[in-house]
């Protein structure tokens, strides 16, 4: 009985993939078509913070459907609770040359107070946010975002459908096409050493950030709960002297200005229990 329920259900995530063959699809996932039980099926549970997954080259957040025609993006289709309607995804690595897109296809949104410009293409579900370098293969992919398709519509609540709102926006083509709302937060993470934190007297802590405009300098603002901090205080590094910390709960505190847009975490922390040995 096992092996049938298993087998019926790789049949229905293949006939899924088939079925929604038109759009385009993240590792089997589709939005409207794809359940939260889908996805867990293929990827697990979220394996980072957010409730994300993390991968070697990308780090993903799945927007699920609260429920059908509620308020706010969760609730703007008609489909059942924990139904995919969005997956944004940030490359580690990306430029806009490696996609090796027909850009005759897409709509383009530029928005020069952030030197951005989004890449939509309305009929497959799909939209690049892109910081643009002084040259094309400095164009950096920021996020890419898998949303419904144009076929997809029908799905649509009454009076929901959200427009580009940022001042200074620019359209290059016209289309029928829009740009949701609710890009995702940027990634906050303090990277400290393996093995522990308090094995060693100097110990240097690292904060990564993810999904930040490039063009766009942070603040760092450090503190500790024991210990004290010797050097980059300011900068995106410091280095911590931990050699009066043994036996105690050391927790090193960021706080980020300057990139954070509002509603979003600004702060992360870092804690480790230092043995007396």
Not at 42 to 48: F, H
Not at 78 to 99: A, F, G, H, Y
Request: charged share 25%; proline share 6%; hydrophobic share 30%.
């Amino acid at each position: 009985m096992k092996m049938l329920k298993r087998l019926l259900s790789c049949a229905s995530v293949m006939l899924l993939m088939v079925v929604t063959s038109q759009a385009k699809e993240w590792r089997g996932i589709v939005p409207l078509h794809s359940t939260r039980a889908d996805v867990e099926q293929l990827l697990g549970k979220p394996n980072a913070k957010y409730n994300r997954y993390d991968f070697e080259n990308e780090q993903a957040e799945i927007l699920y459907s609260r429920a059908p025609c509620t308020e706010g993006l969760e609730g703007m289709w008609n489909v059942p609770r924990d139904t995919v309607i969005q997956i944004s995804v940030r490359p580690k690595n990306l430029r806009l040359s490696d996609l090796r897109l027909n850009l005759s296809k897409y709509e383009i949104v530029k928005d020069p107070l952030q030197a951005r410009t989004y890449y939509m293409n309305a009929e497959e579900g799909i939209r690049y946010n892109v910081f643009e370098g002084d040259r094309e293969d400095d164009s950096q992919v920021l996020e890419v975002y898998y949303e419904p398709t144009a076929k997809d519509r029908h799905l649509r609540c009454p009076d929901s459908t959200p427009q580009v709102t940022k001042a200074g926006c620019s359209r290059t083509k016209q289309a029928n096409s829009s740009l949701p709302l609710g890009d995702p937060c940027p990634t906050i993470e303090i990277v400290g050493p393996t093995g522990g934190l308090c094995r060693r007297q100097r110990v240097s802590l690292t904060a990564n950030l993810g999904g930040i405009d490039p063009r766009f300098k942070p603040t760092f603002k450090w503190s500790v709960s024991a210990g004290t901090i010797i050097s980059g205080q300011s900068t995106s590094s410091i280095e911590v002297d931990t050699i009066n910390v043994d036996g105690k709960s050391l927790t090193v505190t960021l706080k980020v200005g300057g990139v954070i847009p509002e509603g979003c975490p600004k702060v992360e922390t870092y804690t480790t229990e230092c043995s007396k040995h």
